[in-house]
């Protein structure tokens, strides 16, 4: 018992004035041992309890003294165990006047050992006289015992309420640092308001998709367009208006920075979208966050009044920056002995370093064969001798394969050199099969222009040059500077030729038209360019495209070309998930697979199939191919061999990724193409770009945008479809649209980016023909050295199908962590946004809360009313819950049966509390009536809440068992209520 309350004496009063009027037997029926004294100490009452735990009889306590009652119970103070002082005990205490409490007295006798509280009033008169007093004793051996044993957990019990004591101090803390920020945050926000430049915070997920957190009011002045419109797509806004160089230089800069954590600090020039140019400069900071995302936090300035040279110094900044980025394929440093110093320029294609690791100080005999590292250490030493450039080639095996190479040293101070290499394998190739890349010749040849000259305004002749051309105007050796062209031009040809140059210089714009002209008894049909070179000078460009406008060549190249998209098309196409499941599997007629003759695969797992080691080994390194791809989200090519009743067949195996758990599997019949591998070595490019799509649309196109031949699909919605002959125009000049320019634009930027890498440029448009929207796939393949195999492929079902299979891949997802009869997040659902949500308070040491509760008497609601009202019922519960929490972060579940959960972040005890009893009112605000309830006459519920600060070592279940324990509480107060769980 604790100390004596004013309450605790006047219940003693009650008994002693219920002994006076001979009542004395009410006390015998009390679990506590009471004791009446007279004002001399005798005894002259005590209750069963008390002769029990003292241990006197019926004839044996009259008169007893407090001293002898001391020798006979042989009471001793804990923890001496010396006999206790008389003048120390309650009782004594209380003839003298004074109410005293204590707990260390110790009964000992043969047959037990018990430990005593005892607690003793004075009984006064209204005069002030003691007349006597009562003492109360209790038996407290169970709660010494666990005095004990909490002694021995002293330590531990200290440490845990000294977190609990800093926890409490750092939520002190973190509630006036909040307060602070919030001031800060409203400065803030009116000095950014102030400011004449745009602030920002942009977000960058790992999907790379741009957020804006945070724009000011001053971003729609920079960018000329609403402020809530740049927050809803600041990627179109920033990046729209920049050229593609500004935007490539950017987005390596900010790589960069992030990297060093180094400040961004760059500036470009941006057209509004009315068609205004100026430079636009920025400042911003990078911060890496957990999530994986980047937001870049800085400041926006334009500079309307920037000089133009200025522009065009940047402009031919970006030029060259463009060139040298296309002209080397490795670039590095190194000194004098051919010690590496660092990479300048990678190209994982041909570097035979190690990608990835730091290779300063690094020899080149480290990395290099032993002929090769010598011949380049020669290079070097002559270099540096000679202040000049000097080149050479070799031959370095890359994967098994030998590359030739061309490598120059370039002298760049007096102890380093670059070394530039640049793979010279295919210029090697076409060397040693000249007499096979015959016909691809003439066509580079065929692509030079064959006469060139100046004119004047007026029409005369400024300068010829005389080439070895059927086509020459002019005699060998005859000079016409100073002449009119009508002096050796046939007359119209010549009238067409002044007004179009004519036209060349009042519009600024290249001019190109064809002519027809009668050479030596030969029609000749020739391509003039007309380019202004100033206000009064043109320059000519005349080609000889005769054999171009030959309607049989032209016949026999699209079928050429038609043959080998059909060799494209796969006889074997298989969607497989990530652990092997045939999701669809589609044969032709001519397919000879190792599945034949089985005819229900889709379902069934692919390693059902292994049925010896030839199976098993195909089955591992197929699946482990389509992992990779998986896991890589880049296409994977590769050859195999299977065996047939005629032999071993060999075959290509395409595997793309379809989303992150299926792949599609393009698995063609190659053994024509292995044949005649030797013979198809001259057009391999051609062939492998056909063999890697099937477009609806194909044209061969130069690099100057003229198309050489076209050949479009029957149900393909062709922006060029009104055209009546493509073959011959140059694509600039179809583009008779904003629309068609800017995906002439995009094609002849893909087109130059294969031809400078050598590699396929493949991208996605929008194409709008009429009343037909087509989503396309386009593929850019170098053929030759000017002249790029583009193809269009309409992938609007295959979009359709990745879109529906997204939505319902969600909305299976949604529904397995739902409750279909609440509504409400299910269990599921509940352990892991509560796992989730305690490891991140524990990392921020923020409160995290929970608040269970249920309905009550439910099981009589359900007995009373039936099932299907228990249903609605619940249901109606579960959204007045939803409507008292609405926070984003929190989250309402259904525990089970007519039990709920509430998980509540960042929220202390006493927000939860809050909470808990708005839920409470709002329940009972539903008004379901509940006649069966012993608490009112429509449905209510107990709650119990709980919170805590998670320590390293806690698990959430301690959080839950806390709320339990508190619900439990609330149903012993008589339900209707809500109960907080406070440790003791």
Same mark, same amino acid.
């Given at each position: 018992?604790?100390?004596?309350?004013?309450?605790?004496?006047?219940?003693?009063?009650?008994?002693?004035?219920?002994?006076?009027?001979?009542?004395?037997?009410?006390?015998?029926?009390?679990?506590?041992?009471?004791?009446?004294?007279?004002?001399?100490?005798?005894?002259?009452?005590?209750?069963?309890?008390? &002769?029990?735990?003292?241990?006197?009889?019926?004839?044996?306590?009259?008169h007893?003294?407090?001293?002898?009652?001391?020798s006979?119970?042989?009471?001793?103070?804990?923890?001496?165990?010396?006999?206790?002082?008389?003048e120390?005990?309650?009782?004594?205490?209380?003839?003298?006047?004074?109410?005293?409490?204590?707990?260390?007295?110790?009964?000992?006798?043969?047959?037990?050992?018990?430990?005593?509280?005892?607690?003793?009033y004075p009984?006064?008169?209204?005069?002030?006289d003691?007349?006597?007093?009562?003492?109360v004793?209790?038996?407290?051996?169970?709660?010494?015992?666990?005095?004990?044993?909490?002694?021995?957990?002293a330590?531990?019990?200290?440490?845990?309420?000294?977190?609990?004591?800093?926890?409490?101090?750092?939520?002190?803390?973190?509630?006036?640092?909040?307060?602070?920020?919030?001031?800060?945050?409203?400065?803030?926000?009116?000095?950014?308001?102030?400011?004449?430049?745009?602030?920002?915070?942009l977000?960058?997920?790992?999907?790379?998709?741009?957020?804006? /957190?945070?724009?000011?009011?001053?971003?729609?002045?920079?960018?000329?367009?609403?402020?809530?419109?740049?927050c809803?797509?600041?990627?179109?806004?920033?990046?729209?208006?920049?050229?593609?160089? #500004?935007?490539?230089?950017?987005?390596?800069?900010?790589?960069?920075?992030?990297?060093?954590?180094?400040?961004?600090?760059?500036?470009?020039?941006?057209?509004?979208?009315?068609?205004?140019?100026?430079?636009?400069?920025?400042?911003?900071?990078?911060?890496?966050?957990?999530?994986?995302?980047?937001?870049?936090?800085?400041?926006?300035?334009?500079?309307?009044?920037?000089?133009?040279?200025?522009?065009d110094?940047?402009?031919?900044v970006?030029?060259?920056?463009?060139?040298?980025?296309?002209?080397?394929?490795?670039?590095?440093?190194?000194?004098?002995?051919?010690?590496?110093?660092?990479?300048?320029?990678?190209?994982?294609?041909?570097?035979?370093?190690?990608?990835?690791?730091?290779?300063?100080?690094?020899?080149?005999?480290?990395?290099?064969?032993?002929?090769?590292a010598?011949?380049?250490?020669?290079?070097?030493?002559?270099?540096?001798?000679?202040?000049?450039?000097?080149?050479?080639?070799?031959?370095?095996?890359?994967?098994?394969?030998?590359?030739?190479?061309?490598?120059?040293?370039?002298?760049?101070?007096?102890?380093?050199?670059?070394?530039?290499?640049?793979?010279?394998?295919?210029?090697k190739?076409?060397?040693?099969?000249h007499?096979?890349?015959?016909?691809?010749?003439?066509?580079?040849?065929?692509?030079?222009?064959?006469?060139?000259?100046?004119?004047?305004?007026?029409?005369?002749w400024?300068g010829?040059?005389?080439?070895?051309?059927?086509?020459?105007?002019?005699?060998?050796?005859?000079?016409?500077?100073?002449?009119h062209?009508?002096?050796?031009?046939?007359?119209?040809?010549?009238?067409?030729?002044?007004?179009?140059?004519?036209?060349?210089?009042?519009?600024?714009?290249?001019?190109?038209?064809?002519?027809?002209?009668?050479?030596?008894?030969?029609?000749?049909?020739?391509e003039?360019?007309?380019?202004?070179?100033?206000a009064?000078?043109?320059?000519?460009?005349?080609?000889d495209?005769?054999?171009?406008?030959?309607?049989?060549?032209?016949?026999?190249?699209?079928?050429q070309?038609?043959?080998?998209?059909?060799?494209?098309?796969?006889?074997?196409?298989?969607?497989?998930?990530?652990?092997g499941?045939?999701?669809?599997?589609?044969?032709?007629?001519?397919t000879?697979?190792?599945?034949?003759?089985?005819?229900?695969?889709?379902?069934?797992?692919?390693?059902?199939?292994?049925?010896?080691?030839?199976?098993?080994?195909?089955?591992?390194?197929?699946?482990?191919?389509?992992?990779?791809?998986?896991?890589?989200?880049?296409?994977?090519?590769?050859?195999? &061999?299977?065996?047939?009743?005629?032999?071993?067949?060999?075959?290509?195996?395409?595997?793309?990724?379809?989303? /992150?758990?299926?792949?599609?599997?393009?698995?063609?019949?190659?053994?024509?193409?292995?044949?005649?591998?030797?013979?198809?070595?001259?057009?391999e490019?051609?062939?492998?770009a056909?063999?890697?799509?099937?477009?609806?649309?194909?044209?061969?196109?130069?690099?100057?945008?003229?198309?050489?031949?076209?050949?479009?699909?029957?149900?393909?919605?062709?922006?060029?479809?009104?055209?009546?002959?493509?073959?011959?125009?140059?694509?600039? #000049?179809?583009?008779?649209? #904003?629309?068609?320019?800017?995906?002439?634009?995009?094609?002849?930027?893909?087109?130059?980016?294969?031809?400078?890498?050598?590699?396929?440029?493949?991208?996605?448009?929008?194409?709008?023909?009429?009343?037909?929207?087509?989503?396309e796939?386009?593929?850019?393949?170098?053929?030759?050295?000017?002249?790029?195999?583009?193809?269009?492929?309409d992938?609007?079902?295959? &979009?359709?199908?990745?879109?529906?299979?997204?939505?319902a891949?969600?909305?299976?997802? &949604?529904?397995?962590?739902?409750d279909?009869?609440?509504?409400?997040?299910?269990?599921?659902?509940?352990?892991?946004?509560l796992?989730?949500?305690?490891?991140r308070?524990?990392?921020?040491?923020?409160?995290?809360?929970?608040?269970?509760?249920?309905?009550?008497?439910?099981?009589r609601?359900? #007995?009373?009313?039936?099932?299907?009202?228990?249903?609605?019922?619940?249901?109606?519960?579960?959204?007045?819950?939803?409507?008292?929490?609405?926070?984003?972060?929190?989250?309402?579940a259904?525990?089970?049966?007519?039990?709920?959960?509430?998980?509540?972040?960042?929220?202390?005890?006493?927000?939860?509390?809050?909470?808990?009893r708005?839920?409470?009112?709002?329940?009972?605000?539903?008004?379901?009536?509940?006649?069966?309830?012993?608490?009112?006459?429509?449905?209510?519920?107990?709650?119990?809440?709980?919170?805590?600060?998670?320590?390293?070592?806690?698990?959430?279940?301690?959080?839950?068992?806390?709320?339990?324990?508190?619900?439990?509480?609330?149903?012993?107060a008589?339900?209707?209520?809500?109960?907080?769980?406070?440790?003791?």
């Amino acid at each position: 018992m604790g100390t004596l309350s004013k309450s605790t004496l006047g219940t003693m009063q009650v008994f002693v004035d219920a002994l006076a009027s001979g009542e004395g037997n009410l006390f015998d029926v009390l679990p506590i041992g009471i004791v009446m004294h007279n004002a001399a100490g005798a005894i002259h009452y005590l209750n069963d309890a008390a &002769k029990t735990l003292l241990e006197l009889g019926n004839d044996r306590h009259q008169h007893i003294t407090i001293a002898n009652l001391v020798s006979h119970c042989g009471f001793q103070q804990l923890p001496t165990q010396q006999p206790y002082a008389t003048e120390a005990l309650p009782i004594f205490q209380a003839l003298q006047g004074n109410a005293t409490t204590v707990a260390d007295i110790l009964v000992m006798s043969p047959n037990r050992s018990v430990v005593l509280q005892s607690q003793a009033y004075p009984l006064q008169r209204d005069d002030g006289d003691i007349v006597g007093a009562i003492a109360v004793y209790q038996d407290i051996t169970a709660q010494a015992q666990c005095a004990v044993m909490a002694a021995d957990a002293a330590s531990p019990r200290r440490e845990q309420i000294q977190h609990q004591t800093m926890a409490l101090e750092q939520e002190i803390l973190i509630r006036q640092w909040r307060e602070k920020e919030l001031q800060d945050h409203l400065k803030w926000q009116r000095f950014a308001e102030a400011v004449p430049a745009a602030m920002y915070s942009l977000r960058v997920g790992a999907d790379r998709v741009m957020t804006g /957190e945070y724009l000011n009011p001053q971003v729609a002045a920079v960018f000329a367009a609403p402020q809530c419109e740049v927050c809803q797509n600041p990627a179109h806004y920033l990046f729209g208006q920049m050229t593609t160089s #500004d935007r490539r230089t950017l987005r390596r800069r900010a790589v960069r920075s992030l990297r060093t954590q180094s400040v961004l600090v760059y500036e470009w020039r941006s057209t509004t979208p009315d068609g205004q140019v100026h430079w636009l400069t920025t400042r911003a900071q990078a911060e890496q966050r957990p999530d994986g995302s980047v937001c870049w936090h800085g400041v926006l300035w334009a500079d309307r009044d920037r000089d133009p040279a200025t522009q065009d110094w940047s402009e031919q900044v970006a030029q060259v920056t463009a060139v040298l980025q296309a002209i080397p394929d490795l670039i590095v440093r190194a000194d004098r002995h051919g010690y590496y110093l660092n990479h300048v320029r990678a190209n994982p294609t041909i570097d035979v370093l190690p990608h990835g690791s730091d290779i300063r100080g690094h020899h080149i005999t480290d990395y290099l064969p032993p002929p090769a590292a010598q011949q380049q250490l020669s290079l070097i030493r002559q270099a540096l001798a000679t202040g000049k450039i000097q080149a050479a080639e070799q031959v370095i095996p890359i994967n098994g394969k030998p590359q030739y190479e061309e490598v120059r040293a370039v002298p760049c101070g007096a102890d380093e050199v670059l070394l530039i290499v640049r793979d010279i394998s295919d210029r090697k190739a076409a060397e040693q099969a000249h007499q096979q890349l015959t016909t691809q010749h003439h066509r580079i040849i065929a692509a030079l222009p064959d006469l060139m000259f100046r004119v004047s305004r007026g029409g005369y002749w400024l300068g010829y040059v005389h080439l070895n051309a059927k086509l020459d105007y002019l005699p060998e050796g005859d000079d016409p500077t100073g002449r009119h062209i009508t002096e050796n031009v046939p007359a119209a040809i010549a009238q067409q030729q002044l007004h179009y140059i004519e036209q060349a210089i009042v519009t600024g714009q290249m001019q190109v038209f064809e002519q027809t002209l009668q050479v030596n008894d030969r029609t000749q049909h020739e391509e003039v360019r007309i380019v202004p070179q100033g206000a009064d000078e043109v320059l000519f460009i005349v080609r000889d495209i005769t054999d171009r406008k030959t309607a049989a060549l032209a016949l026999k190249r699209s079928e050429q070309e038609k043959r080998a998209i059909l060799s494209a098309i796969p006889d074997l196409m298989v969607r497989l998930h990530r652990d092997g499941t045939f999701l669809d599997y589609f044969r032709t007629e001519n397919t000879g697979d190792l599945l034949t003759g089985v005819d229900d695969i889709v379902g069934r797992n692919i390693f059902e199939f292994a049925h010896n080691d030839f199976y098993r080994k195909h089955i591992d390194t197929q699946i482990q191919a389509v992992r990779q791809v998986l896991d890589s989200g880049q296409m994977a090519v590769y050859e195999q &061999k299977i065996p047939t009743t005629s032999g071993w067949q060999h075959e290509a195996v395409r595997i793309t990724p379809i989303n /992150e758990d299926e792949a599609l599997l393009i698995i063609q019949n190659i053994d024509e193409r292995k044949q005649a591998e030797i013979a198809l070595r001259k057009s391999e490019a051609q062939k492998q770009a056909i063999l890697k799509s099937m477009p609806d649309l194909m044209f061969h196109m130069r690099q100057d945008g003229v198309i050489l031949d076209y050949m479009t699909g029957h149900n393909f919605a062709d922006l060029l479809e009104n055209v009546d002959n493509q073959v011959g125009q140059n694509l600039w #000049d179809l583009a008779t649209s #904003d629309t068609l320019l800017a995906h002439v634009q995009r094609k002849m930027e893909a087109a130059q980016q294969a031809l400078a890498t050598g590699q396929m440029q493949i991208y996605e448009q929008i194409t709008q023909v009429g009343d037909i929207q087509q989503q396309e796939e386009v593929r850019v393949v170098p053929v030759t050295e000017n002249e790029v195999l583009v193809m269009i492929r309409d992938i609007s079902d295959r &979009k359709r199908i990745e879109a529906e299979l997204r939505t319902a891949n969600e909305r299976l997802a &949604k529904l397995s962590f739902t409750d279909s009869l609440t509504t409400l997040a299910n269990r599921r659902r509940l352990d892991e946004h509560l796992e989730r949500e305690w490891q991140r308070s524990q990392r921020q040491q923020e409160p995290l809360s929970l608040i269970l509760f249920d309905l009550d008497y439910f099981k009589r609601f359900n #007995d009373t009313y039936g099932h299907q009202m228990g249903d609605q019922c619940l249901y109606e519960v579960a959204q007045a819950a939803l409507t008292v929490v609405q926070r984003s972060s929190d989250l309402v579940a259904r525990y089970g049966g007519e039990e709920f959960a509430v998980v509540l972040s960042n929220t202390p005890l006493k927000g939860a509390f809050a909470i808990a009893r708005r839920i409470c009112e709002a329940i009972r605000a539903l008004q379901i009536s509940h006649r069966a309830s012993e608490v009112e006459q429509v449905v209510t519920a107990s709650l119990g809440v709980s919170a805590i600060i998670p320590a390293a070592g806690q698990k959430p279940n301690v959080l839950i068992r806390q709320a339990d324990q508190a619900l439990y509480a609330a149903k012993q107060a008589g339900r209707n209520n809500c109960q907080c769980f406070i440790s003791r």
